[in-house]
């Protein structure tokens, strides 16, 4: 099977926009960036384990976002999936081949 074919979901990645008011606050909002196609899997605690040694990070759920590589994603953006969200820990290019993006994200309850 092709990796295409497992793209069967639809996420809208998001990125945090930071600007000042007329009186100097700190004003944030969230613009879609691109929305893709991706295969999304739940990750189970010992890959997260693996891939991060904090044990704090046990305690949340993380999920895995493979999608076509785009070479502007960051970490510090936000995916929606499903009406929730995720916050973006890791951006990986699989293989270093630009041709899938692996988005290691945690779930904000």
Do not use: P
């Not at 970490?75 to 820990?89: D, G, S, T």
Request: charged share 25%.
């Amino acid at each position: 099977m092709s990796f295409t074919s497992n793209l069967k979901h639809i996420i809208t990645i998001q990125e945090l926009l930071i600007s000042t008011d007329d009186i100097g606050s700190r004003l944030e909002k969230w613009n879609n960036f691109k929305i893709v196609r991706a295969e999304v899997q739940a990750l189970s605690e010992k890959s997260v384990g693996e891939m991060f040694s904090s044990m704090q990070l046990m305690e949340a759920s993380f999920y895995r976002f493979r999608i076509r590589y785009i070479k502007e994603l960051k970490n510090n953006m936000r995916i929606i999936y499903n009406n929730r969200c995720f916050l973006v820990k890791r951006v990986i290019n699989q293989s270093e081949s630009s041709i899938i993006s692996m988005i290691i994200a945690q779930e904000v309850l």
